[in-house]
């Protein structure tokens, strides 16, 4: 019986696994695909063109002093 560490490391690689699959397959039906690089969201054509559409947003909006705590 795998370990649950193990069955999890084994999820996430079959998660990344099957993204980047379903990435290369939109692109090779001619579709463009939306995503964020370098903070900013981009849309990626099929022939390896990029188009910036706008900054991403931030995830979270935190007040200017806030500490956080990491838990």
């Known amino acids: 019986m795998a370990t649950k560490p193990d069955a ?3 999820f996430a ?3 990344v696994r099957y993204t980047r699959r379903a990435y290369q397959a939109s692109l ?3 579709q463009k695909v939306v995503e964020i ?3 900013n969201l981009v849309e ?3 022939d390896g063109s ?3 559409l ?3 947003p931030a995830k979270h909006k935190i007040p200017v002093g806030v500490k956080l705590k990491v838990t």
């Open 28 to 30: 090779s039906r001619g």
């Open 54 to 56: 706008k900054k991403a």
């Open 44 to 46: 990626t054509r099929p």
């Open 50 to 52: 990029t188009y910036v």
């Open 37 to 39: 690089a370098n903070g």
């Open 8 to 10: 999890e490391q084994r």
């Open 13 to 15: 690689a079959q998660t």
